[in-house]
T-cell receptor, first 115, second 112 residues
Framework: GDSVTQMEGPVTLSEEAFLTINCTYTATGYPSLFWYVQYPGEGLQLLLKATKADDKGSNKGFEATYRKETTSFHLEKGSVQVSDSAVYFC??????????????FGTGTRLQVTL | EAGVTQFPSHSVIEKGQTVTLRCDPI?????LYWYRRVMGKEIKFLLHFVKESKQDESGMPNNRFLAERTGGTYSTLKVQPAELEDSGVYFC??????????FGPGTRLTVL
């Protein structure tokens, strides 16, 4: 079955540092890929998405590129802020089933940004 | 536009009791999903409604879990009787198309 593997956290960075959170997936066909974020005390929010190979999703300074050759969707940000402290989830959905489908998530990576 | 809402935000019950979680999707979204995250592990799919019909309930762990969506609007997820391993955060999501899903804040369930 489909699966998503994320780097284990927590990841602790100083403000303005460069962030990479690795995500790789195993899936048949051509899934769509997502990053969701959960800020403390809040629900899951969609951060960005990519629907086909070589697409780059971006939002709030975060970027991720859909790499089919390496089955990866790594999340990056050039300069993190304290307000980026949250848990980040990588996920995929099978987009070509003809019916609406379920998301498959990774285990989440906690990011802590300090001053 | 109001987002997905869930009630309650927290629930603490004793083993063997019954708990009912409620989800109100974004208005007009036919697709409604339930997921849960147990003990800091990955978020796992439970089931999917299209309007009032169950499209996929392959993730429901056992027959102690019952989900309903009468009238195709809000949904309830009942756990009866609750066990210790049912503790976790239960998320609801809705979608107009099933592709991009919008999540609620979750219900944190603690079974003692």
């Amino acid at each position: 079955g489909d699966s998503v593997t994320q780097m284990e956290g927590p990841v602790t960075l100083s403000e303005e540092a460069f962030l990479t959170i690795n995500c790789t997936y195993t899936a048949t066909g051509y899934p769509s890929l997502f990053w969701y974020v959960q800020y403390p005390g809040e629900g899951l929010q969609l951060l960005l998405k990519a629907t086909k190979a070589d697409d780059k999703g971006s939002n709030k300074g975060f970027e991720a590129t859909y790499r089919k050759e390496t089955t990866s969707f790594h999340l990056e940000k050039g300069s993190v802020q304290v307000s980026d402290s949250a848990v980040y989830f990588c996920a995929l959905i099978q987009a070509n089933t003809g019916t609406a489908s379920k998301l498959t998530f990774g285990t989440g990576t906690r990011l802590q940004v300090t001053l | 536009e109001a987002g997905v809402t869930q009630f309650p935000s927290h629930s603490v019950i004793e083993k063997g009791q019954t708990v009912t979680l409620r989800c109100d999707p974004i208005s007009g979204h036919d697709n409604l999903y339930w997921y849960r995250r147990v003990m800091g592990k990955e978020i796992k799919f439970l089931l999917h409604f299209v309007k009032e019909s169950k499209q996929d309930e392959s993730g429901m762990p056992n027959n102690r879990f019952l989900a309903e969506r009468t009238g195709g609007t809000y949904s309830t997820l009942k756990v009866q009787p609750a066990e210790l391993e049912d503790s976790g955060v239960y998320f609801c999501a809705s979608s107009p198309t099933g592709h991009t899903q919008y999540f609620g804040p979750g219900t944190r369930l603690t079974v003692l």
